[in-house]
């Protein structure tokens, strides 16, 4: 999982190279690095650490040229090093080649390419690529690079470059995002749109198997069997801006406070005009059809998984489908049983966690009807899935994901009731409560971050402590979960989320006096069981922060600090409930002086096993 950029045009390739980079930081950044074409060589500049450290070591001798290529690192194959960041070269020099991806039979390739010679200077993958390019060249670099390709197994996004063609990047991809930006006198190409949107909004967005020959002034596509492919430009709609922090310190914090607006743009479009009933008539399902389908397999990572628990919570309630929500990375290889009576819907915020698409493709493989909930368009889940609903997030740059959290809840509910609607599973009357209580949550969740200052005083107080946890019942859980996700990965405390039943059965050991914990108590099926679970911690002297809904006089009585959230319908008190949460991780990551975009050893996108 890294991020990719080339440019070929009339201005000087460093400049986007590094401008572009930055906007991929949140693909992987522990090395960076460019190859521009330089009077008449290939000039490579390297560094390992941040895009800043690149940009210190060539500061005042930057390299001039106008063609390039450029990438930021997240180690899979060989340590964080200068060595091992990308471009990588062959022997000669000739080649470089900048890489999103594995290859997997890397290890077979190196050998057979060691015995004829090549002299080897890093550790990873990538490196095979370009000493095979050398290898197979005989004076067509386009038919050379296809000739690597027939060779490299595993998968990648690829832009290569030739001292011998020096107007030339070609460009390919498999299973790895790849954009071209098209502009005047100038072509771009990046790992997504971010990188390339201040430059030009006009894009192709390559396909499994394309290879783009891209000169200034021309794009040249072709399938894999080399016959030409006719593309659709794509405008990009974002707005630049949306790109940026906005005045925020953090794109996390920006994130959280853009959630009403998410929300809203997430809702609007799919509700009725007379707001009782949801239309997501583009899905052309009919009772025959969603009769047909006898299971939902729903199947995620990280926090889409957590927003997949809450979705199988809302299906099997309203809709009476049994669903299994599973781990991607558990699913791909765990034989599940599947056939066409079974739907899977995956949910993915960038639509390229490669555990994700892959579990996506195998339950296609044996007969699975798809659909794919994602915030990017014309990510490969998006395209992999018979169908597709977006999140209307707007790009989310933090690797702690937030609204895109609050938006998939949105959708998996939504979701729920036109299926209820489709198949007579809940009354008019109820759907049109239902819809009513969700047009009210922008505003709600509004509310929730309009004072942040408790928070901030709970995170000072208790941000240097060692271990949290985070207790609920029923949707409670599933909130708990996400919550303690978003402690763990952007303040570094251990943080567990328990259901808070399963306490006693052994987690009760690890709480003593003074431990933090979070009680989630806002459903009321489970209430008066969730304030015994609280009673039981508080017997052993833990300090309790309780989360409840407006109106609940009792929790405060048996807890040290209440966070209150508006009341809802109790189905919908999740997309509150956690907002306090991503505050709560926030002002931790703050107060230990956390680098809250870029967690230590995380990336935004996934891209690899
Ligand atoms: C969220 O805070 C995490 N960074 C991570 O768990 C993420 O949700 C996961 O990697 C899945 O990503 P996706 O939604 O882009 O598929």
Redesign the pocket.
Known sequence: MCGIVGYVGDNEATQFLLDGLAKLEYRGYDSAGIAVGENGTIRVEKSVGRLSALRDKIAGNEPHGHIGIGHTRWATHGRPSDLNAHPHTDCSGDFAVVHNGIIENYLSLKEELIEKGHQFRSETDTEVVAHLLEEVYEGDFEAAVREVLRRIEGSYSLVFMSRRDPDTLICTKQDNPLVIGLGDGENFIASDIPAIINRTRRTYILNDGELAVVKKDSVWITNRSGEPVTKKVFEVKWNAEAAEKGGYEHFMLKEIYEQPKAVRATISPRMAKDGRSVAMDDLGWSKEFLSSIHKIDIV?????YHAGLVAKYYIEKLVRIPVECDIASEYRYRDPIVDEHTMIIV????G??SD?LAALKEAKRRGAKSLAITNVVGSSIARESDQVIYTWAGPEIA???TK?YTTQLILAFMLSLYMAQILETQTEARIAELCSALQRLPGQVGETIEDVEPIKTFAKKYGFNEDVFYIGRSLDYDVSLEGA??LK?VSYIHAEAYAAGELKHGTLALIVEGVPVIAIATQKSVYEKTLSNIKEVKARDAVVIGIAAEGDNELEKYVDHVIKVPVTDELLIPVLAVVPLQLIAYYAAITRGCDVDKPRN?AK??TVE
């Open positions: 995620a990572c990280g926090t889409a949910f993915s915020q960038s390229e966690t994700t690797v702690a994901s895109a996700l978003k990965e995380l996108s996934v």
